[in-house]
């Protein structure tokens, strides 16, 4: 209400309009129109509700998120959030950042609002974090002061607001690539929460790493790196760290440009100020000002400034490059290559006169020399160091030297050299060029071979600065040492029981020569062998004895002294004498051990045996020709009619048998066939193969149509040491030309055999008579039962054929079925088209 001032004249208001004007209101916190408004004069009065009366209050729009970088797992990451303003001003205030909801986006311990529109001015309170996953990740921070933020006049939506500018940092980006999603931003009161365009979130990999030196790749330029490699996705510009490989130096280097490719001459601005790029080690990193949005494809980072190594042009070795947080390459590339290097290679020992074990020998080191060629260079190659492998057990001794040195061009320093078990070490004085792509090779003399094989080892070869380090490629075994291998046994006689057995040893010498010592023989010890006290060898060659043999156990010299049989061995049985002579160099060996007593009634397998000479020792080996013969029938026994299948009365089959015999001790076989074969109907009948025997004065008889001997067998048993076969009691022998019979039933083959001789018994009275016994061993002949070599199509039908025209009683036909013959005058109706059917077999 406003009062005329006391003796003030009121002016009289003319017909017309009007307006009064009302300072330092105070409007209300909503926004909305303020409804009635009641203006008085004295007694008149004018109410009504004003059409422009509405409070207006900020109004954001929409807002936009641009991220520093948008790759995936990178920490702090900056965000500038653009707002369109409508409405009102914003005036300084509370401001609040929702992150779009997931669990892996987060704020840094120390986020913070870096600006705000320019120049509020934050409150004394820190920022308050919360980073709860799945409820709510938010930054909030007040300002006190500051400019207000004006809106644009322009009616929303028609026209876009005031555009500013919030900047946060502190951000974690999640490592996951997608579109992030709604963001919340509250200013005040003033509140939205939008979903913007562009806060994509990349995922990028960095592979394909390729090291490229230039201008210069020879050992100890001072050059750059040209580090190349693809990147999958979109990369913002972040900060860069190279690792480079030990051998390089960087003390000077630095990191001169970083993503100059693609057209942009310019590339990454790189920040060069100390705190920002340095070189520490093998470490150079750099900070990025600015740049763009690099996309997939091939990018380069250069490397200004480092040292290659001198002397090493071997594998330089990893290297790794980082962009930012997340994206980190560790490869080592094929492409680092240092030249004009002098490489050594294919490193290979010998011996002279041979490696033999124990010996005082020369050792011969050769290898290649490539991409440059070996130079005598006062400080770089003017020692030649030698550090053998300990574990190859090759030593040095102190009459080691140096001799013809790269074929006698290297002299070296007047005076000793350096000498360790397992070092050799000596300064040259002059030497000649050895040309890459070369061989070449030096000598160190009486070097001390170890007194068994050891593994080669790694030797570290070094002529001055260039290096070799490797085993060599010809030997797995420095020392050679003799092996005994393949050894066999056979007994004579092998009839259990016998108790006067002499053993043939049959074993082989490898590698190297077998000097004489101490020679142990191990039977196995579960055969139940009995080495009698006067058991002795024989046989080996120029090798004298020395002292007497030790025999273990102390067994006594009759039989009649075992108990129950035997001498109740614990663990050992064997026979042991030293031996001076001759060397053995390798190859095949036999020797003849008598004087033992094989078990009773071991028809099994004896066991495992071992020869051992001196510190040499074969393996403990089950020999396939120490088996006793045992008694047994002809077992087992397999026959095959060839080919199979075939019809009855066939005339020209091929039959193959199969079996193993209990003894060798025959000179004679006997194969019977089944009643009604017939061997030689149509041709005679042949031993086409034969295994197992020998037949050379063979005599094949046939004493009954279906039985077949072979007489005078020159030799059984053919599976010897020279000869191996799985089973040398096994023999094979394939017969043609046999007639089948009418049987097609199961018939019965069997095997057997004897030995025979002629003698004479009427002193030239009469002629010499045959005379056969069976082997001891020899139960008896084997039988087997078969179908699968008998014919086939057997039936009474055609089991005749037309013999002749009797003048009495007409057509008369011989027949057989099933191994009975008979004849018939009349075939059955029945029969006759059957019988006709089939004349080729009649």
């Known amino acids: 209400t406003v009062v005329s001032p006391s003796g003030g004249t009121p002016g009289r208001i003319p017909q017309g309009r009007m307006s009064i004007q009302m300072q330092n209101l105070v409007l209300p916190d909503d926004c909305s129109n303020i409804g009635n408004i009641t203006l008085g004069f004295g007694p008149w009065t004018v109410k009504g509700d004003p059409m422009l009366d509405t409070i207006r209050c900020p109004l954001i729009a929409k807002i936009d998120v641009d991220l520093a970088t ?317 550090r053998a492998a300990p574990e190859s057990g090759v030593q040095f001794t102190s009459d080691s030297r140096f001799s013809s040195v790269m074929g006698g061009s290297w002299i070296t320093e007047v005076g000793n050299p350096q000498i360790g078990a397992y070092f050799f070490s000596q300064k040259f004085t002059t030497g000649g060029m050895v040309p890459f792509h070369s061989r070449t090779e030096f000598t160190i003399t009486n070097v001390q071979m170890p007194t068994t094989c050891y593994a080669t080892g790694a030797w570290d070869i070094n002529i001055g600065i260039w290096r070799l380090v490797s085993t060599p490629a010809n030997k797995t075994s420095l020392a050679e040492c003799p092996k005994i291998t393949n050894l066999e046994v056979i007994h004579r006689p092998n009839v259990p029981g016998t108790e006067l057995v002499e053993a043939e040893v049959l074993f082989h010498v490898e590698d190297m020569r077998l000097r004489p010592g101490a020679l142990k023989f191990d039977f196995p010890a579960e055969s139940d062998i009995t080495l009698w006290t006067f058991a002795y060898v024989h046989g080996l060659w120029d090798w004298q004895p020395v002292g007497t043999p030790a025999i273990v156990p102390e067994t006594p010299l009759h039989h009649h002294d075992l108990v129950d049989g035997h001498s109740h061995p614990d663990d050992e049985i064997s026979w042991t004498q030293t031996f001076t002579g001759t060397p053995l160099e390798p190859g095949n060996y036999s020797f003849f051990l008598k004087g033992f007593a094989l078990p009773h009634n071991n028809c099994t397998d004896l066991g495992h045996y071992k020869l051992a000479v001196g510190k040499w020792s074969s393996l403990w080996t089950n020999p396939t020709y120490d088996t006793l013969m045992c008694k047994g029938l002809i077992s087992p026994i397999n026959v095959t009619m060839v080919p199979r299948n075939l019809p009855r009365n066939y005339d020209n089959a091929s039959f193959v048998f199969d079996f193993v015999v209990p003894s060798c001790e025959f000179n004679e076989l006997e194969i019977v066939f089944p009643e009604g074969f017939t061997l030689g109907r149509l041709y005679p009948t042949e031993v086409v193969r034969v295994s197992g025997m020998d037949i050379t004065t063979t005599e094949v008889v046939m ?103 009797h003048p009495t009683l007409g057509p008369v036909y011989e027949c057989e079925y099933n191994g009975l013959k008979f004849q018939k005058t009349r075939m059955d109706e029945t029969c006759s088209e059957t019988q006709a059917a089939s004349p080729m077999l009649w």
């Open 70 to 386: 948008h790759v995936w797992g990178e920490k702090n990451v900056e965000a500038t959030i653009t707002i369109e303003l409508f409405d009102a001003p914003l005036n300084p205030s509370e401001i609040k950042v929702l992150l779009p909801p997931g669990d892996d986006i987060e704020w840094a311990s120390d986020a913070a609002i870096a600006n705000a529109f320019a120049d509020w001015v934050p409150s004394a309170s820190l920022p308050t974090i919360l980073n709860y996953a799945d409820i709510e990740r938010s930054l909030t921070q007040g300002f006190a002061s500051g400019t207000p933020v004006m809106p644009n006049a322009s009616a929303y939506p028609f026209h876009s607001g005031n555009k500013t500018q919030i900047v946060v940092r502190g951000i974690n980006n999640p490592i996951h690539c997608t579109q992030l999603g709604n963001w919340t931003l509250k200013v005040g009161n003033a509140r939205i929460d939008y979903d913007p365009m562009n806060d994509m979130i990349f995922c990028p990999n960095i592979t394909a790493l390729d090291v490229q030196f230039t201008p210069s790749a020879n050992q100890s330029a001072l050059t750059d790196a040209l580090i190349s490699f693809n990147v999958s996705d979109w990369v913002d510009p972040r900060w860069i760290m190279v690792y480079v490989p030990q051998p390089i130096d960087t003390t000077r280097a630095y990191i001169g440009s970083a993503m100059v490719d693609n057209g942009d001459a310019v590339g990454w601005e790189l920040n060069y100020d100390h705190q920002n790029s340095y070189a520490s080690g093998q470490l150079i990193r750099v900070e990025v000002t600015s740049g763009r949005r690099i996309a997939a494809g091939r990018h380069y980072i250069e490397l200004k400034n480092i040292t290659l190594p001198r002397g090493n042009c071997s594998d330089l070795g990893e290297w790794t490059i980082q962009i930012g947080d997340s994206l980190r390459l560790h490869e080592n590339p094929p492409s680092d290559v240092v030249e004009n290097c002098v490489i050594l290679e294919e490193l290979e020992i010998n011996f002279t006169p041979d490696g033999e074990q124990g010996q005082i020998v020369d050792m011969v080191i050769s290898y290649n020399v490539e991409e440059a060629s070996l130079r005598y260079v006062p400080g770089d190659s003017d020692y030649i160091t030698v």
């Open 703 to 805: 004493p009954a149509a279906n039985i077949l001997q072979l007489r005078n067998i020159s030799h059984t048993c053919f599976g010897t040491p020279d000869h191996p076969s799985d089973d040398w009691r096994s023999h094979s022998i394939e017969l043609s030309n046999v007639g089948l019979g009418n049987n097609c039933d199961e018939g019965t083959f069997s095997v057997n055999t004897r030995t025979c001789a002629m003698m004479d018994r009427s002193f030239g009275l009469s002629a010499p008579v045959r005379i056969c016994t069976k082997s001891e061993m020899n139960d008896g002949a084997g039988y087997v039962k078969s179908t699968e070599a008998m014919p086939k199509y057997c039936d009474l039908c055609n089991s005749c054929r037309w013999e002749m025209n």
